[in-house]
């Protein structure tokens, strides 16, 4: 890489972060870990996850790093599993939060204050599995974030990829009824027009030299108030698995 192209990805990655996503995130950082909070949906889905990446990839003696890791729900789920974790985030007390309740849980996981973009010019391919999962919404560019998660993967790494697609049912699924109906998520969490497609995630992916392997949907019953991976219903919210090629 030349010097000018890594001067752009500094830039880019110094950026490529919105003071108000992060300032939200700030706001409600002491109650990451509480079951019973705003973030309660972050703490049912993430058995899903968890074992969806364990699955696919497993993560035992692995190196996992964890992008826009917030507080550390999924990065200690990991590492419980056996990662060695790196868990990475823009905001400062979520990560504190996520330190604090590391003492505690005496989880281990290395976290640190990067940007993907940062991270992926001092340790690239350094990693067996890449996650970013609900953080491609609350970015400027989420393209840029996607191609530095490639970067961050070794040849034959794993990366996986959530957010919340853009049509009408996930605005009245994700915005009118889990933040303003059910209140499952603080009004003003997520804004509608920087939801994406499932296409634009995979054009990226593929942009970033990424192999598309699976796609997985994510359903909420408000009824029995119960989520579970759908793979044919991507109308709200999804994960894709990708590979980096040998």
Same mark, same amino acid.
């Given at each position: 890489?030349?010097?000018?192209?890594?001067?752009?990805?500094?830039?880019? $990655?110094?950026?490529?972060?919105?003071?108000?996503?992060?300032?939200?995130?700030? +706001?409600?950082?002491?109650?990451?870990?509480?079951?019973?909070?705003?973030?309660?949906? &972050?703490?049912?889905?993430?058995?899903?996850?968890?074992?969806?990446?364990?699955?696919?990839?497993?993560?035992?003696?692995?190196?996992?790093?964890?992008?826009? %890791? $917030?507080?550390?729900?999924?990065?200690?789920?990991?590492?419980?599993? $056996?990662?060695?974790?790196? $868990?990475?985030?823009?905001?400062?007390?979520? &990560?504190?939060?996520?330190?604090?309740?590391?003492? /505690?849980?005496?989880?281990?996981?290395?976290?640190?204050?990067?940007?993907?973009?940062?991270?992926?010019?001092?340790?690239?391919? +350094?990693?067996?599995?890449?996650? %970013?999962?609900?953080?491609? /919404?609350?970015?400027?560019?989420?393209?840029?974030?996607?191609?530095? %998660?490639?970067? @961050?993967?070794?040849?034959?790494?794993?990366?996986?990829?959530?957010?919340?697609?853009?049509?009408?049912?996930?605005?009245?699924?994700?915005?009118?009824?889990?933040?303003?109906?059910?209140?499952?998520?603080?009004?003003?969490?997520?804004?509608?027009?920087?939801?994406?497609?499932?296409?634009?995630?995979?054009?990226?992916?593929?942009?970033?030299?990424?192999?598309?392997? /699976?796609?997985?949907? @994510?359903?909420?019953?408000?009824?029995?108030?119960?989520?579970? #991976?759908?793979?044919?219903?991507?109308?709200?919210?999804?994960? #894709?698995?990708?590979?980096?090629?040998?």
């Amino acid at each position: 890489m030349s010097q000018q192209q890594t001067e752009t990805r500094d830039t880019a $990655g110094a950026q490529n972060v919105d003071p108000e996503e992060i300032a939200k995130f700030e +706001a409600l950082a002491s109650r990451w870990w509480d079951r019973n909070s705003e973030f309660r949906p &972050l703490h049912d889905i993430n058995p899903l996850r968890a074992n969806f990446i364990d699955q696919h990839s497993p993560v035992g003696g692995k190196r996992l790093v964890d992008v826009g %890791c $917030g507080g550390g729900i999924l990065a200690e789920a990991m590492a419980q599993r $056996g990662a060695s974790v790196t $868990g990475i985030d823009m905001g400062e007390a979520p &990560l504190a939060v996520a330190r604090i309740h590391q003492l /505690e849980s005496g989880v281990e996981v290395d976290y640190r204050q990067s940007t993907a973009e940062s991270l992926a010019e001092s340790e690239p391919g +350094a990693f067996d599995v890449v996650c %970013c999962l609900e953080m491609l /919404e609350h970015v400027p560019d989420p393209a840029s974030v996607v191609a530095a %998660c490639a970067e @961050l993967a070794r040849p034959g790494g794993s990366l996986y990829f959530s957010t919340i697609n853009r049509n009408p049912k996930a605005f009245a699924f994700a915005i009118v009824g889990a933040e303003y109906l059910l209140k499952l998520l603080p009004a003003g969490t997520h804004e509608y027009s920087k939801f994406i497609k499932p296409s634009e995630l995979a054009g990226w992916i593929r942009d970033a030299g990424l192999l598309l392997r /699976e796609t997985t949907g @994510l359903t909420y019953n408000p009824l029995t108030k119960h989520y579970r #991976l759908h793979p044919t219903d991507v109308s709200v919210n999804y994960m #894709l698995r990708a590979e980096k090629p040998l």
